[in-house]
């Protein structure tokens, strides 16, 4: 894509000297710089920081496109690829300029729209703060808001209470998930999901299956968080029919705070699957601290995060009382890429 003040091209190697200015000008606290992150910033977690990722944390699975003018950068977007699925996931995007920030956003995304479907992709999807004309960026890019998720962070100074033993986790009917949950997983999502959002996210059993290594149910923040370890739990019901309520735990890398996802019944108290998995948390801290199999880097000097969408409460209530504090709101957005063909059917014929 080529305009008369620049262009959007593919990052370069010889970019990086001039990508990481870039991203320490952007990482301040003007939001007419940032997309994606949250203006605010304050102990004793900087909300800001948490939308963010250095640039040394890329993947392989990544992309990252520049905006190029007088042979300077003044704006990058980097999207993480789902290969499995086919989806992308814009996760930063940056720009610098009073008055044409906007702009160079709004070139980035197009141009990553005609590149997704260049290459077959069914759906990406981006989340953001609604802050400094952010939604309106993306909706005028064709993207729909389909949902808002409640950011709730546990500050580090809080201890994390102590890891459970295996029989009070039994006691509770939690246990670690299998591929044999994927079925009732599915069931237990469709049963507190609304359905245009099934419908958008379009989640498969083998999706269910990868639990540990794939991260779904979605969030805002799990293509953003790197993790070392990635858990799934479920509890059951008394009957154990059936699961009650599932939990996901994320240990995160160095600079990044742990994560905890929980998806419940409304009438299941979820209190001690949320007390098991910070346990959980800092159980692997231990290890990684110099137990058996540690392997080090670990800590909590991060604090723990957990988004909540709107229509999973009162899961936000049980996350306040085991200490949680609601430190933002942010609005997900999706656009799919492939056309939706209605089911054949025989039409009149014309002249």
Known sequence: ???????????????????????RVCQ????????????????????????????????????????????????????????QRDEWTIVELDAIGANDAGDIRFRLVQNLIRESARRGVMRIHVACANTAGNVELFMQAGFARYGEEIILVRPPGLPLPEPWTDEA??????????????????????????????????????????????????SSLAPILRFADVEGFVQETPAGSSPAAFLQVGVAKEDQPHYLKVVARPEVDCSSLIEFGLGVIAARLAGASGGPGSSGGHHHSHGVIAPVRTYEAPINRRLEEAGFESVATVSLLIKETLVRVAEPALVPATR
Do not use: C, K
Not at 44 to 66: A, C, E, M, T
């Open 1 to 23: 894509m080529t305009t008369r003040q620049g262009r959007v091209r593919a990052a370069r190697l010889t970019d990086l000297s001039a990508l990481g200015e870039l991203s």
């Open 28 to 83: 301040g606290d003007r939001p007419e710089t940032r997309s994606l992150g949250l203006p605010v910033s304050g102990p004793p977690i900087g909300v800001f920081s948490l939308f963010r990722l250095p640039l040394g944390g890329f993947g392989p699975q990544d992309l990252l496109y520049v905006y190029e003018a007088n042979g300077q950068l003044a704006g990058f977007l980097r999207v993480e690829r789902d290969s």
């Open 169 to 218: 986790a039994a006691s509770h009917g939690i246990r670690p998930t299998t591929a044999l949950d994927s079925l009732a997983l599915a069931r237990l999502y469709a049963a507190v999901t609304p359905l245009p959002v099934q419908r958008l996210e379009a989640y498969r059993l083998p999706d269910w299956e990868r639990q540990g290594t794939w991260r779904i149910p979605r």
